[in-house]
């Protein structure tokens, strides 16, 4: 079963993907210290997200026509993990698209190769 | 927990996610809350990315926020908290990146060199 939060989940790391590769153009995929930071943050998402989505008593309470109702690890819908995978993947390129740009504005400093 | 202290769990959440991962930026050489210009220029377009996903998730009602376990105030629909998550996840994944950047620069432990301030 596929709900809006599961459309989205699957379209927005393709999206993040895409304009990474299409407009941003940082070359981030392409270095492990992105997918180690991916990796981690994925890792603490797991204890944030499960305090927070627990059934017990839900800090966050999902819809069930809006989710695949896949719940894993815990009671985590597995959704919240495009959601995060895409936010991070932004921020992390967008960072990187920022500082270029401040270093390409900045004239070369001596020393600093 | 008495109620009193049940309505605080979500900032309680974020608040341990800024004091587990400040250790980055004080001791690690991770160098995120004093870019505060590029840390802005990160933050807008991830905010207004999947924060507006967000209230447009709740306003369709795919998902809402426990009444119990969250502070009164209310931003456009979303606790507080759901903004501060906005700010408080994009920065602890760019203090690990940035950490990951300068390898043995950012801690004092290889050749006694220091971090290179």
Not at chain 1, 88 to 111: K, N, Q, S, V
Not at chain 2, 88 to 113: D, K
């Amino acid at each position: 079963m596929t709900g809006d939060y599961t459309i989205g989940a699957i379209c927005a790391p393709v999206a993040v993907v895409a304009v990474e590769l299409t407009v941003l153009r940082t070359g981030i995929l392409r270095r492990p210290r992105f997918w180690v930071t991916i990796a981690i943050t994925l890792a603490f998402q797991v204890a944030v997200d499960g305090w927070l989505t627990k059934l017990s008593a839900p800090i966050v309470a999902y819809r069930p026509g809006a989710i695949s109702e896949v719940r894993w690890p815990w009671d985590i819908p597995v959704e919240d993990f495009g959601f995060g995978f895409a936010m991070i993947t932004l921020t992390l390129a967008a960072w990187e698209w920022t500082l270029r740009r401040e270093r390409a504005a900045r004239p070369a400093e001596p020393g600093h190769e | 927990m008495s109620d009193a202290v049940d309505a605080w769990q979500y900032l309680l959440v974020l608040g341990s996610c800024l004091i587990v991962t400040l250790p980055l930026e004080v001791i690690g050489g991770a160098r995120v809350y004093r870019r505060p210009k590029a840390l802005l220029a990160t933050l807008v377009p991830v905010v207004a990315i999947f924060a507006g996903w967000d209230l447009i998730a709740v306003h369709h009602g795919d998902w809402w926020f426990s009444a119990r376990y969250t502070l009164r105030p209310r931003l456009a629909g979303l606790p507080v908290e759901e903004w501060l998550f906005f700010l408080v996840v994009p920065v602890c994944s760019l203090l690990a990146y940035e950490v990951l950047g300068r390898g043995a620069r950012g801690f004092t432990w290889r050749n006694g060199r220091g971090a290179g301030r």
